[in-house]
């Protein structure tokens, strides 16, 4: 029997004779102006073909370029032409000058004709050109001495997106150069990342050259959107604050419905989605940064041949979503040829495999609709509440948000629901301490394992989230929750580990790590200290390698240090502390002669630094036999530094021999570091595993603290009628909440006006305007989220069926967070 209540503009609809969705207004009503990512990609076929009409007038250029010693390929020319698309986009005055001196002739955008423009085979455009050609849309720097420097259409995006200044002002007759110091180099790349652009990062090969010889390079990283540059990060001593991963996303269309394919190349995984509606597709779009989009001919075309753009054609809902954006378009098996294009686009080896995350389940409810995301607010959107906002403390912040995002966005599957619910019921009665749970971000972690970049400090991270685990599997009350914790963790890693392997591994790599890296409270390690000495010069010679692995693992280096360091002590002693007594006992008005040891900081040498001290008279007095030995300091290419910078043949000897010492101590510890990076890179899953256990375990323990002080209660969840294991409930499911008060009123702090719902089919909801409609609803539709992903809810009891689609449509200019209904 159905149960009718008349409504005037909202509907609570059941289908019967099966309960299994909420639907909270039906008809589909959605934001018109998605929110947009500024992603690069290759402009669209259409447009490569129009421009394909042009390739005489590119050829001609060609010609121009004489001293290019290959003329510019066929597939060099799409690239050429995608770059010319982003310089008609500079709008500011001193990029759009630079364009202007532009050629379109090769990659680089180099006009041969201009003062700095040769191409000549050996020089270093020529070089460049080059590199270029290996990652032909990466925005290519290449380290020049102090410099990173970009010419061409690569100097041009650095002055339009990184705010730098071009080499040389804007004189017309030299191609674009513009660059960064090598200190600026992190937030230059992080200024044209968060653009959108791919950077190619060349290094210099540091060491010795010959006289007249030009350095080696190499390619020595990439920084991507989602994927930050880590070269050199080893011998680092700080933190690099790692972004959230950007896939590479594809999309097909089939009889089922919308697929959607993401490609992590950070953590070389893939996760497939298949049967989604236009408006769950639209919704992924919507709360997803992607690096690259491609879209699969399916698309363009129905099953009668005929042209159109989803359910609701041209015009419709992911029409306008992926016109916003640049995409690409292609054939083929998806993700097949999306996997090939991330190769491609990334430089990644044939043999590079990637793995399926994908964790398929028949029970696990539909994504949530774009309309229902926003109007609930687990999307963020002006004038609606933020559910997520009143679901974790406002101090958790960061991976715990993103995971709770995700899973009202994704509901679990039932049997998930249920220990998700089942965790924050322990959590809830726990007595003892709990961990601090750190977050370290399983992309994080790949990068820098697999290009041996962690340094000390990573580590010691590494080592306190192992320690975490251990100290839950330990403790009688944690360690059910962490056995509970292990599917959770399955579905959102797509990792299926045993947990007594979890805790061995851990275990393992724990004391491994222990044994390697010299941790807080060690003091065997202190810096040289001399009273003839600065220890400036010291500390920043050796704080660059001590105090990082234990010295068992390097005594003899250290040894070969110390002792270095005292030969020097002695060699200044010897040469310069003679003429710094005779200065000090000549008393002489202003003018007399002055001198002190002082540290070069620019050379990384003690000098001495001093002027007038040399006798008018010599006498054999004390300290001219060691004046005699001095003589100019002399930079690396033997050109004096200055008029008051002196040295002598023992305190350069001594200088060489320190320097030489300190290198190979510091060279034995980044062996050791990176070995250490080899050995953990073989355990990756398990710290993948571990590291999002934690973040899960957070998000968790936050919402149950936030839940209890926000006085709300644990649902009960049940299955519909007809699943197995279910032994209640003839006929249609009941949904039953006490008291249920809007989520975004928080109950510790006053009271809102309470609701009791007891539904059992569909119902017609009416009232006066501004009566509280909109808010019921709204309250209900949240309510059943949050019980169906087992989390607390703002009622005095609640049970829910666990639904498999959930749906809320109101006109979107209802601003509850305004206190105002629709009508006002």
């Known amino acids: 029997m159905h149960y009718w209540i008349m409504a005037r503009n909202v509907v609570v609809s059941v289908s019967v004779p099966r309960w299994r969705s909420v639907s909270l207004i039906l008809s589909p009503s959605l934001h018109r102006h998605p929110r947009r990512f500024f992603t690069w990609s290759s402009p669209t076929l259409q447009s490569e073909q129009r421009c394909l009409k042009d390739r005489k007038l590119f050829t001609q250029a060609c010609k121009k370029v004489k001293q290019l010693s290959c003329m510019m390929e066929e597939k060099d020319l799409s690239h050429v032409l995608w770059w010319k698309e982003k310089m008609q986009m500079c709008t500011k005055p001193s990029s759009v000058s630079l364009v202007k001196r532009l050629a379109y002739g090769n990659l680089l955008g180099v006009d041969s004709n201009l003062k700095n423009g040769s191409l000549k085979e050996g020089n270093l455009n020529w070089e460049m050109l080059q590199f270029k050609s290996k990652f032909p849309r990466e925005v290519l720097l290449c380290r020049v ?16 997106y990184a705010g730098l200044n071009p080499f040389g002002g804007l004189r017309s007759d030299s191609i674009p150069r513009a660059g960064c110091p090598v200190v600026n180099l992190r937030q230059t790349l992080d200024d044209l990342t968060h653009h959108g652009f791919s950077v190619c990062i060349v290094e210099e090969v540091q060491g010795p050259t010959h006289a007249r010889g030009r350095k080696s390079r190499f390619i020595s990283g990439h920084a991507h959107p989602g994927s930050p540059y880590v070269f050199g990060l080893v011998e680092d001593d700080r933190d690099l604050d790692f972004p959230e991963p950007m896939p590479v996303v594809g999309i097909s269309r089939s009889a089922k419905g919308y697929c959607i394919v993401s490609v992590l190349e950070t953590m070389k995984t893939y996760s497939v989605e298949d049967g989604l509606t236009e408006e769950a597709l639209v919704t992924k779009l919507r709360t997803c940064q992607f690096h690259h989009l491609f879209l699969h001919s399916s698309l363009k075309h129905n099953s009668s041949g005929t042209c159109r753009w989803g359910e609701f054609g041209e015009g419709g809902l992911l029409w306008g979503e992926c016109n916003v954006r640049h995409f690409e378009w292609l054939d083929g098996n998806l993700l097949n040829e999306l996997l090939l294009k991330v190769k491609e686009l990334y430089g990644l080896d044939d043999a590079v495999t990637f793995r399926n995350v994908t964790v398929a389940s028949e029970n696990r409810p539909r994504p949530l609709y774009l309309g229902t995301a926003t109007q609930i607010g687990a999307i963020e959107t002006e004038g609606i509440p933020s559910l997520l906002k009143v679901l974790l403390p406002s101090s958790c912040v960061g991976l715990p948000v993103l995971y709770m995002r995700g899973l009202l966005l994704n509901p679990p599957a039932y049997e998930i629901a249920l220990t998700i619910q089942e965790i924050c019921k322990l959590m809830s009665n726990v007595a003892c301490s709990i961990p601090e749970f750190i977050c370290l971000p399983s992309a994080k972690l790949v990068k820098l394992l697999e290009l041996r970049e962690a340094n000390h400090i990573e580590f010691c991270k590494i080592k306190s989230l192992l320690d975490q685990i251990l ?5 009688s009350e944690l360690n059910r929750i962490l056995k509970l914790l292990m599917d959770p963790t399955w579905v959102a890693t797509g990792l299926k580990i045993e947990f007594e392997t979890l805790v061995s591994e851990c275990e393992l790599m724990s004391r491994r790590i222990g044994e390697i890296i010299s941790l807080d409270g060690e003091s065997d390690q202190k810096i040289s200290s001399y009273r003839n000495i600065p220890n400036d010069f010291f500390e920043d010679m050796e704080s660059s390698w001590k105090g990082r692995v234990k010295r068992i693992h390097l005594e003899e280096a250290f040894l070969e240090v110390e002792n270095a360091a005292e030969a020097l002590s002695s060699a200044v002693s010897e040469d310069f502390d003679p003429i710094l007594s005779r200065i000090k006992a000549t008393t002489a008005p202003l003018g007399g002669p002055k001198g002190e040891i002082l540290y070069s900081r620019e050379y990384e040498s003690i000098w001495f630094k001093g002027k007038r001290f040399a006798p008018t008279v010599w006498a054999g007095t004390p300290g001219e036999k060691q004046i005699k030995k001095l003589r100019p300091a002399l930079d690396s290419k033997g050109k004096k530094v200055g008029e008051e910078w002196f040295t002598t043949m023992k305190v350069e000897d001594a200088l060489v021999r320190y320097h030489d010492a300190g290198a190979k101590a510091k060279a034995k510890v980044l062996d050791l570091l990176r070995g250490l990076s080899s050995e953990l890179q073989t355990k990756i899953n398990i710290l993948v595993f571990a590291s999002m256990l934690l973040v899960i375990s957070k998000a968790l323990f936050s919402h149950v603290s936030e839940g209890r002080r926000r006085k709300w209660v644990f649902p009960t969840l049940t299955k519909f009628p007809g699943s197995e294991d279910v032994e209640s409930s003839k006929g249609n499911p009941q949904m039953k909440i006490t008291s249920l008060s809007p989520y975004w009123f928080d109950a510790a702090r006053g009271r809102a006006v309470d609701n009791t719902v007891d539904m059992q089919s569909l119902f017609l909801l009416t009232g006066p305007n501004g009566g509280g409609k909109s808010s019921l609803l709204r309250s209900i539709c949240a309510a059943a989220l949050l019980g169906i992903c ?29 206190g105002k209904s629709s009508f006002q």
Do not use: Q, W
């Open 471 to 475: 100290h839950m599997n330990r403790n």
């Open 790 to 818: 087992g989390f607390m809810v703002p009622a005095e009891s609640a049970i829910f069926p666990h639904f498999d689609s959930i749906t809320l449509h109101m006109k979107s200019y209802d601003s509850p967070a305004d």
């Open 145 to 160: 001495g102090d410099f990173y420097e970009a010419i061409g259409i690569d100097a041009c995006i650095l002055v339009e």
